[in-house]
């Protein structure tokens, strides 16, 4: 399996601008999870998925934040509009369940987001 | 609330030696998962060891061990033989039973030494 893969890299956007952030999960895994981190607050929980279902979307901070889980093996995380605070680096990670607990998460490689 | 405190922002090891990481966490569950996970330059998050609360032996990977302590809610990491590919940010992390939110902590910047 290659892992668990994002899109782009890298996002370079202008203030106002509609940002999307997608991630295709390891094939199998139960749930997804989208993550960000900055330097002053860390990794932060944003909202998870199981089943493609959401499960706690208590981490996104504004309803400028969105994400969607269309089916098994994609999601996306949507900004509109987007701001400079919310540069940072978005990681998408996806979780087996294996007798009854999540037991390790595999992370992509992170979306670098800059917002200019 | 489940909570993940790592109180060393960073740390310092002359290349060959140990260094120890010190992790302590809150939960009022008796199961769950600890974690480290490295994460380099690339910024690429990398599971470098995972321990099981019912499990009374510390886990151990290669040069990578833990000291767990479940009566005192601490997870340190032992690095031995460091090496400057060590080094890199260090999180800690939790999984409780019965829950489904993987909470990391601030984690600490390991620099390594030639």
């Known amino acids: 399996d290659a892992g668990v893969i994002q899109s782009p890299r890298h996002e370079v956007t202008e203030m106002g601008q509609e940002v999307t952030l997608r991630c295709k999960p390891i094939s199998g895994h139960d749930y997804l999870f989208w993550y960000r981190q900055t330097m002053m607050r860390g990794l932060e929980l944003l909202i998870y998925?199981?089943?493609?279902?959401?499960?706690?979307d208590s981490g996104m901070p504004e309803d400028r934040f969105s994400a969607k889980m269309p089916n098994a093996s994609f999601s996306t995380l949507k900004i509109q509009p987007s701001e400079p605070r919310d540069s940072a680096v978005y990681f998408c990670?996806?979780?087996?369940?294996?007798?009854?607990?999540?037991?390790?998460?595999?992370f992509g490689q992170g979306t670098r987001l800059t917002v200019v | 609330a489940q909570t993940v405190t790592q109180s060393q922002p960073e740390m310092s090891v002359q290349e060959a030696e140990t260094v120890t990481l010190s992790c302590t966490y809150d939960t009022s569950e008796s199961d769950y998962y600890l974690f480290w996970y490295k994460q380099p330059p690339s910024r690429q998050m990398i599971l470098v060891i995972r321990q099981e609360a019912y499990k009374q032996q510390n886990a151990t990977e290669n040069r990578f061990s833990v000291n767990f302590q479940k009566a005192a809610k601490s997870f340190s990491l032992k690095i031995s033989d460091s090496q400057l590919g060590d080094a890199a940010m260090y999180f800690c992390?939790?999984?409780?039973?019965?829950?489904?939110?993987?909470?990391f902590g601030k984690g600490t910047k390991l620099t390594v030494n030639p």
């Open positions: 990670a996806s979780s087996p369940r294996a007798g009854g607990y999540l037991t390790e998460a595999f």
């Open positions: 992390a939790f999984f409780q039973g019965g829950s489904e939110k993987l909470v």
């Open positions: 998925f199981n089943n493609n279902v959401p499960i706690d």
